[in-house]
Nanobody
Framework: QVQLVESGGGLVQAGGSLRLSCAAS????????LGWFRQAPGKEREFVAA?????????YGDSVKGRFTISRDNAAKNTVYLQMNSLKPEDTAVYYC???????????????WGQGTQVTVSS
């Protein structure tokens, strides 16, 4: 089992930026990918971004392409960041870190989740 701890959420005005962090511990060798999903009230959990450890490739959901960047901490190799720029009110959600053996964009296929961190973007 991989333990995931998120941090960095908060309240920001539209157009602002936030950076989320996800630190993985435990059986991290079983996970080749770390990623982010988000869930707004009354909506399904949505894929945001993912980082594949093996090749260093990144993947993004259509709604965040060009605004969000996922990256790996080269020093703390089990940590990924989600840099969120040009935030919009519709980005408001609980953001969850996820770990899997490969990049998965369907929340239903993920079993390893962090506790979530709230991001609120005011207009």
């Amino acid at each position: 089992q991989v333990q995931l701890v998120e941090s960095g959420g908060g309240l920001v005005q539209a157009g602002g930026s936030l950076r989320l962090s996800c630190a993985a511990s435990g059986r991290t060798f079983s996970s080749s990918a770390l990623g982010w999903f988000r869930q707004a009230p009354g909506k399904e959990r949505e894929f945001v971004a993912a980082f594949n450890w093996a090749g260093g490739r990144t993947y993004y959901g259509d709604s965040v392409k060009g605004r969000f960047t996922i990256s790996r901490d080269n020093a703390a190799k089990n940590t990924v960041y989600l840099q969120m720029n040009s935030l919009k009110p519709e980005d408001t959600a609980v953001y969850y870190c996820a770990a899997a053996s490969t990049v998965i964009t369907s929340a239903a296929a993920i079993s390893n989740w962090g506790q979530g961190t709230q991001v609120t973007v005011s207009s």
